[in-house]
T-cell receptor, first 113, second 110 residues
Framework: NAGVMQNPRHLVRRRGQEARLRCSPM?????VYWYRQLPEEGLKFMVY????????ESGMPKERFSAEFPKEGPSILRIQQVVRGDSAAYFC???????????FGPGTRLTVL | LAKTTQPISMDSYEGQEVNITCSHN???????ITWYQQFPSQGPRFIIQ???TKVTNEVASLFIPADRKSSTLSLPRVSLSDTAVYYC???????????FGGGTRVLVKP
């Protein structure tokens, strides 16, 4: 059973471009979470999704950030018009419907030039 | 959300036992205590979870006193590969939104 997959592992964007980060949860997991981690800091919750629904987006910046988890395919975290402050590691986690343990992916490291 | 406080860093040597204490004075009745481990350039990994008293698994033990205002993660006989950041989290039963603090950087020396 493969773990949580994230791609790309590293992403470089110039200011003003768009960044798309993908997350494939573990098999059988229908809950997906996105976190952001700045250097030397702990992870910060961004958004919690179930298939086709956003359950909690209280950690998402109000502008430029969006997330989706379609019926088919991976979850996508989209950052429009990236700025240097968006440079961070973005982690995705998934959990099964009946459990609360979250399994994390390896992360995507976004660098904005 | 209950806030946690844990030491910023700890040094240890191979073969020693490492104990990391976390304070969570505002823990709620239905909150669980969970510890995660994170290696550089990797996502956090679940270590152990408990509600009260003592929990033990193949990796660690978790001690929780009766008032539940603190907890201690115990790593027996650490090795160099246990060098990592350890996070103490306090979450409700639903656990939908994990709140990570700064964590404790454990450095295991040879």
């Amino acid at each position: 059973n493969a773990g949580v997959m994230q791609n790309p592992r590293h992403l470089v964007r110039r200011r003003g471009q768009e960044a798309r980060l993908r997350c494939s949860p573990m098999k059988g997991h229908s809950h997906v979470y996105w976190y952001r981690q700045l250097p030397e800091e702990g992870l910060k919750f961004m958004v919690y999704l179930q298939k086709e629904n956003i359950i909690d987006e209280s950690g998402m910046p109000k502008e430029r950030f969006s997330a989706e988890f379609p019926k088919e395919g991976p979850s996508i975290l989209r950052i429009q018009q990236v700025v240097r402050g968006d440079s961070a590691a973005y982690f995705c986690a998934s959990s099964p419907p009946s459990g609360n343990e979250q399994f994390f992916g390896p992360g995507t490291r976004l660098t904005v030039l | 959300l209950a806030k946690t406080t844990q030491p910023i860093s700890m040094d240890s040597y191979e073969g020693q036992e490492v104990n990391i204490t976390c304070s969570h004075n505002n823990i709620a009745t239905n909150d669980y205590i969970t510890w995660y481990q994170q290696f550089p350039s990797q996502g956090p990994r679940f270590i152990i979870q408990g509600y009260k008293t003592k929990v033990t698994n193949e990796v660690a033990s978790l001690f929780i006193p009766a008032d539940r205002k603190s907890s201690t993660l115990s790593l027996p006989r650490v090795s160099l590969s246990d060098t990592a950041v350890y996070y103490c989290l306090v979450e409700g039963a639903a656990g939908n939104k994990l709140t990570f603090g700064g964590g404790t950087r454990v450095l295991v020396k040879p």
